[in-house]
């Protein structure tokens, strides 16, 4: 990955961090999930995000985030 790929990554993620804390909340990340143009339904949206949260502190990090996009490429 470049370093003008990453930062592109980085600040798709800053825009849906909308508490500017450097995590992504469920709902943050469920706004993310349909800009992407993913339609699933809200058990499928649950299932995902707690599959990329795998330190399970109910939120998404930036490391998870790009863990996640890494599978999607």
Same mark, same amino acid.
């Given at each position: 990955?470049?370093?003008?790929?990453?930062?592109?990554?980085?600040?798709?993620?800053n825009n849906f961090d909308s508490k500017k804390?450097?995590?992504?909340?469920?709902?943050?990340? *469920?706004?993310?999930?349909?800009?992407?143009?993913?339609?699933?339904?809200?058990?499928?949206?649950?299932?995902?995000?707690?599959?990329i949260d795998t330190d399970h502190n109910n939120?998404?990090?930036?490391?998870?985030?790009? *863990?996640?996009?890494?599978?999607?490429?």
């Amino acid at each position: 990955m470049s370093d003008r790929d990453f930062e592109d990554i980085l600040t798709y993620f800053n825009n849906f961090d909308s508490k500017k804390n450097g995590v992504l909340d469920y709902s943050e990340f *469920a706004r993310l999930i349909s800009d992407i143009g993913f339609q699933i339904d809200e058990k499928e949206l649950k299932k995902g995000f707690d599959k990329i949260d795998t330190d399970h502190n109910n939120e998404i990090d930036f490391e998870e985030f790009m *863990a996640w996009w890494g599978e999607q490429q």
